[in-house]
């Protein structure tokens, strides 16, 4: 039935009247979004300031990337446009918004396309522009179902209207690429071209390009991580898209899409990746608050005053805690995007654990091989059957399982029952993590086999940390042995005391008598034991005392001096630990950090003056900002001729004396001062060597000091810790541009002769 003019008119009102509220509708619905009426719509503040949560970084000082601080997936490191690689962009362009240069936000001709496309069921594309994604990653959460998406809709293009007009296209991009989560703790492209190709944002070939763009459309389901096929598929319609955007020849793209798809995998963990200790105590110190007394036990006394005096003295310890933003607030270590700079030296970090990996794994060969077969292994021989259910019950209590199960009200009986069945787990070896079946309880005996160590290496002019293990891996024993364990320090407690003797007056030429004495103490008599009969009765020099690790000249030298010097004199060396004022100091009973240790030896080479180890030279704010700048702490504590007498006395221990092997075995023939050091029942085995320029100390040894060697040959420190220090060492000297030379030598006054005081 054919349309009158009348019924034409009619419909023709009707229409422009439906269109004309529809019209109104939607302006009036974009205008009460604008004004922030309808939905969330950020201020202009945070449109001109998006909040993103950035990872600190963490830069060795010959500028190479140690590792980052960040909560859960938050691993992003913003970039700069001109600093992300150009086939990047282009794939982004092509692929998601080809029109991103000639719109302002929202593309109505995209947006047409779209629709279009959903309303006949084609692939038309998706008509989201780049700046609207963009809006959606910073300011719209997550949609429950899809009428609460749609409703999103309209407030991310009123968004991305207002971000277009406050940013340029580069910034955007930039944004957008920043902002994008490339899941595996790959926020950002600058992590993801990290963590999935290990390189920088600027180095990528255009197929790694393709890849991480082609992501873009859903990280999930194209994850080359997990599915390398399909991801290597969505590369090659990437590629295609730049092909037809003209970014690529035909030739170009065909030639590319027959690569296959390869990654170079770093997985992003704060347990792994090089320097992990360091770390790790680094994160500590400078989130550490002001220690309050009433939150340390009574047995942590020691610890508190350590803590307090750390606090008040030393400017890294609880830096984010002492200094604030301009605005009052306080820096997050894990979301400001700081940059701090150590003064960890990648090269020489790496040749330590290097050192530590293979002398660990050999000397760990040699435990396992005598305790096997060994009831009460990995123990001393000499424990009780008693001794050794209280040290495993110990580390019961202390075990995540049996924190676990009392929390759900278990009692004993079945706490019990839980840690001797049988179950699935994984322990640790040295050829990586292996699955097996075994009782937690025997899980704990044998990683309790697994023998510890620590070891530092600083510049003693400086301060400057060079490198820092504390343990032999941190994925399987977090417990830092270089700041954080305490052990006893044997003979290397020796260069204390005989420090002492030359500050009052005495030389290396001095003769005693080498012999057994008994020093009667208010506790009783006092006769030490000592591990050679050489040269037994006679007159022997300092030199040769020391040299020798004698301890009958240790407790003869002792015996002219209170307790109370030597531990006053072992406080100025950065001791920070109780002392107890007895004779037998005289033999290292105390127990002393690696760190203590290293930082008190650095006064040998030096002239007297010990140097506070420096970890940190400075650290910047997100925009490049300076907020802390560190300086080393210097203090005298003994005179040059002090220092001169010394080294010429340390010197022997390496020339021909307990640490000997360092030049016989492992072949080292420049100028260096050193000790050994070795506890009762070889519980610990020490070696604190210098040269010049670089001061190390290495510890070894189990868990508990019941754990160890039942043989000196192997227990002692010059079998368990020097060969660390020696393979560092030769790796450090071997590496030109580090700048160690054999030819250093010790500046010593040419008006001092090692013979003064010898007539």
Same mark, same amino acid.
């Given at each position: 039935?054919?349309?009158?003019?009348e019924?034409?008119?009619?419909?023709?009102?009707?229409? *422009?009247?439906i269109?004309?509220?529809?019209l109104?509708?939607?302006?009036?619905?974009?205008?009460?979004?604008?004004?922030?009426?309808? /939905?969330?719509?950020?201020?202009?503040? @945070?449109?001109?300031?998006?909040?993103?949560?950035?990872a600190?970084?963490?830069? $060795?000082?010959?500028?190479?990337?140690l590792?980052?601080?960040?909560?859960?997936?938050?691993?992003?490191?913003p970039?700069?446009?001109? @600093?992300?690689?150009?086939?990047?962009?282009?794939a982004?362009?092509?692929?998601?918004?080809?029109?991103?240069?000639?719109?302002?936000?929202?593309?109505?001709?995209?947006?047409?396309?779209?629709v279009?496309g959903?309303?006949?069921?084609?692939n038309?594309?998706?008509?989201?522009?780049?700046?609207?994604?963009l809006?959606?990653?910073?300011?719209s959460?997550?949609? /429950?179902?899809? &009428?609460?998406?749609?409703?999103?809709?309209?407030?991310?293009?009123?968004?991305?209207?207002?971000?277009?007009r406050?940013?340029?296209?580069?910034?955007? &991009?930039?944004?957008y690429?920043n902002?994008?989560?490339?899941?595996?703790?790959?926020?950002?492209i600058?992590?993801?071209?990290h963590?999935?190709?290990?390189?920088?944002a600027?180095?990528?070939?255009?197929q790694?390009?393709?890849?991480?763009?082609?992501?873009?459309?859903?990280p $999930?389901?194209?994850?080359?991580? =997990?599915?390398?096929?399909? $991801?290597?598929?969505?590369?090659?319609?990437?590629?295609?898209?730049?092909?037809?955007?003209?970014?690529?020849t035909?030739?170009?793209s065909?030639s590319?899409?027959?690569?296959?798809?390869?990654?170079?995998y770093?997985?992003?963990?704060?347990?792994?990746?090089?320097?992990?200790?360091?770390?790790?105590y680094?994160?500590?110190?400078?989130?550490?608050?002001?220690?309050?007394?009433?939150?340390?036990a009574?047995?942590?006394?020691?610890?508190?005053?350590?803590?307090?005096?750390?606090?008040?003295?030393?400017?890294?310890?609880?830096?984010?805690?002492?200094?604030?933003?301009?605005d009052g607030?306080?820096?997050?270590?894990?979301?400001?995007?700081?940059?701090?700079?150590?003064?960890?030296?990648?090269?020489?970090?790496?040749?330590?654990?290097?050192?530590?990996?293979? +002398?660990m794994q050999?000397i760990?060969?040699?435990f396992?091989?005598?305790?096997?077969?060994?009831?009460?292994?990995?123990?001393?021989?000499?424990?009780?059957?008693a001794e050794?259910?209280?040290?495993?019950?110990?580390?019961?209590?202390?075990?995540e399982?049996?924190?676990?199960?009392?929390?759900? /009200?278990?009692?004993k009986?079945?706490?019990?029952?839980?840690?001797?069945?049988?179950?699935?787990?994984?322990?640790?070896?040295?050829n990586?993590?292996?699955d097996?079946?075994?009782?937690?309880?025997d899980s704990?005996?044998?990683?309790k086999?697994?023998?510890?160590?620590?070891?530092?290496?600083?510049?003693?002019a400086?301060?400057?940390?060079?490198?820092?293990?504390g343990?032999?891996?941190?994925?399987?024993?977090q417990?830092?042995?270089?700041?954080?364990?305490?052990?006893?320090?044997?003979?290397?407690?020796?260069?204390?005391l005989y420090?002492?003797?030359m500050?009052?007056?005495?030389?290396?030429?001095?003769?005693?008598?080498? @012999?057994?004495?008994?020093?009667?103490t208010?506790?009783?008599p006092?006769?030490?034991?000592?591990?050679? $009969? =050489?040269?037994?009765?006679?007159?022997?020099?300092?030199?040769?005392?020391?040299?020798?690790?004698?301890?009958?000249?240790?407790a =003869?030298l002792?015996s002219?001096?209170?307790?109370?010097?030597?531990?006053?004199?072992? +406080?100025?060396f950065?001791?920070?630990g109780?002392?107890?004022?007895v004779?037998s100091?005289a033999?290292?009973?105390?127990?002393?950090?690696?760190?203590?240790?290293v930082?008190?030896?650095?006064?040998?080479?030096? =002239?007297g003056?010990?140097?506070?180890?420096?970890?940190?030279? +400075?650290?910047?704010?997100?925009?490049?900002?300076?907020?802390?700048?560190?300086t080393?702490r210097?203090?005298?504590?003994?005179?040059?001729?002090?220092?001169?007498?010394?080294?010429?006395?340390?010197?022997?221990?390496?020339?021909?004396?307990?640490?000997?092997?360092?030049?016989?075995?492992?072949?080292?023939t420049?100028?260096?001062?050193?000790?050994?050091?070795?506890?009762n029942?070889?519980?610990?085995?020490w070696?604190? /060597?210098?040269?010049?320029k670089?001061?190390?100390?290495? *510890?070894?040894?189990?868990?508990e000091?019941?754990?160890?060697f039942?043989?000196?040959?192997?227990?002692?420190?010059?079998a368990?810790?020097?060969?660390?220090w020696?393979n560092?060492?030769?790796?450090?000297?071997?590496?030109?541009?580090?700048?160690?030379?054999?030819?250093?030598d010790?500046?010593?006054?040419?008006? *001092?002769?090692?013979?003064a005081?010898?007539?």
């Amino acid at each position: 039935m054919a349309l009158t003019e009348e019924r034409r008119i009619g419909f023709k009102k009707v229409f *422009w009247k439906i269109f004309g509220i529809g019209l109104a509708v939607v302006v009036l619905l974009f205008f009460l979004i604008s004004i922030g009426w309808i /939905g969330y719509l950020p201020e202009i503040g @945070e449109l001109q300031n998006p909040i993103n949560k950035s990872a600190t970084e963490i830069y $060795s000082s010959d500028a190479q990337l140690l590792g980052r601080y960040y909560k859960g997936r938050d691993n992003r490191v913003p970039i700069n446009y001109n @600093e992300i690689d150009k086939d990047i962009i282009n794939a982004l362009i092509a692929t998601e918004d080809i029109r991103f240069y000639k719109h302002s936000g929202i593309d109505l001709r995209g947006l047409i396309r779209a629709v279009f496309g959903v309303l006949t069921r084609s692939n038309s594309g998706g008509g989201s522009t780049i700046t609207q994604q963009l809006a959606k990653q910073l300011y719209s959460p997550g949609a /429950g179902n899809i &009428i609460e998406r749609a409703f999103q809709k309209p407030i991310e293009w009123v968004i991305a209207v207002k971000l277009e007009r406050m940013y340029s296209k580069e910034e955007i &991009i930039a944004m957008y690429l920043n902002q994008f989560d490339f899941l595996n703790n790959a926020v950002g492209i600058k992590s993801a071209s990290h963590v999935y190709f290990n390189s920088p944002a600027d180095k990528l070939n255009i197929q790694e390009a393709a890849t991480l763009v082609g992501m873009c459309k859903n990280p $999930s389901y194209f994850n080359p991580l =997990r599915y390398n096929e399909r $991801s290597s598929s969505r590369r090659n319609v990437v590629l295609d898209q730049m092909r037809k955007a003209g970014f690529l020849t035909e030739n170009e793209s065909d030639s590319i899409k027959k690569l296959p798809l390869i990654l170079d995998y770093k997985r992003v963990d704060h347990k792994e990746g090089l320097a992990p200790y360091f770390r790790e105590y680094l994160r500590k110190v400078l989130t550490a608050k002001k220690p309050v007394k009433s939150d340390y036990a009574d047995w942590q006394k020691e610890t508190y005053e350590n803590d307090k005096w750390s606090w008040e003295n030393d400017p890294l310890y609880g830096f984010f805690e002492k200094n604030k933003k301009s605005d009052g607030s306080k820096y997050d270590i894990y979301t400001d995007g700081l940059k701090i700079y150590t003064t960890i030296d990648s090269r020489m970090q790496r040749y330590a654990e290097e050192a530590v990996d293979q +002398h660990m794994q050999s000397i760990q060969k040699q435990f396992f091989s005598e305790k096997k077969g060994r009831k009460y292994a990995p123990f001393s021989r000499d424990l009780t059957t008693a001794e050794v259910s209280s040290i495993m019950q110990s580390a019961v209590n202390q075990s995540e399982r049996y924190r676990k199960l009392k929390k759900e /009200g278990a009692g004993k009986e079945e706490i019990d029952k839980s840690f001797n069945t049988k179950t699935e787990m994984r322990v640790f070896t040295y050829n990586g993590w292996v699955d097996t079946v075994m009782t937690p309880m025997d899980s704990i005996r044998y990683h309790k086999h697994f023998l510890r160590c620590g070891f530092m290496s600083m510049d003693p002019a400086d301060g400057h940390v060079k490198a820092y293990v504390g343990g032999p891996d941190f994925t399987a024993f977090q417990y830092d042995m270089v700041t954080l364990g305490r052990r006893q320090i044997g003979s290397t407690v020796k260069p204390y005391l005989y420090t002492l003797c030359m500050e009052e007056g005495m030389s290396p030429c001095d003769m005693v008598l080498n @012999e057994p004495i008994t020093i009667m103490t208010s506790s009783g008599p006092w006769s030490p034991r000592n591990a050679s $009969s =050489r040269r037994i009765g006679e007159m022997v020099t300092l030199r040769w005392g020391l040299k020798e690790s004698n301890n009958w000249i240790s407790a =003869r030298l002792m015996s002219q001096f209170t307790p109370e010097a030597l531990v006053k004199l072992m +406080h100025s060396f950065g001791i920070k630990g109780k002392i107890d004022p007895v004779v037998s100091l005289a033999l290292g009973p105390v127990e002393v950090s690696v760190a203590e240790m290293v930082d008190a030896y650095t006064a040998f080479p030096s =002239r007297g003056i010990r140097v506070d180890p420096l970890y940190v030279s +400075h650290i910047e704010d997100a925009n490049g900002n300076i907020i802390g700048s560190f300086t080393p702490r210097m203090e005298e504590i003994f005179s040059e001729e002090t220092a001169f007498k010394m080294i010429y006395m340390m010197r022997s221990v390496i020339d021909d004396g307990t640490g000997s092997r360092v030049r016989r075995v492992y072949g080292l023939t420049m100028p260096m001062g050193g000790k050994t050091g070795t506890t009762n029942n070889n519980s610990d085995g020490w070696f604190m /060597g210098y040269t010049p320029k670089l001061v190390s100390g290495v *510890w070894v040894g189990g868990e508990e000091r019941s754990i160890r060697f039942d043989s000196m040959a192997q227990g002692q420190g010059a079998a368990m810790a020097l060969p660390i220090w020696a393979n560092y060492m030769k790796k450090v000297l071997a590496d030109k541009q580090l700048g160690y030379k054999v030819t250093d030598d010790f500046k010593v006054s040419s008006e *001092w002769s090692s013979e003064a005081g010898c007539e």
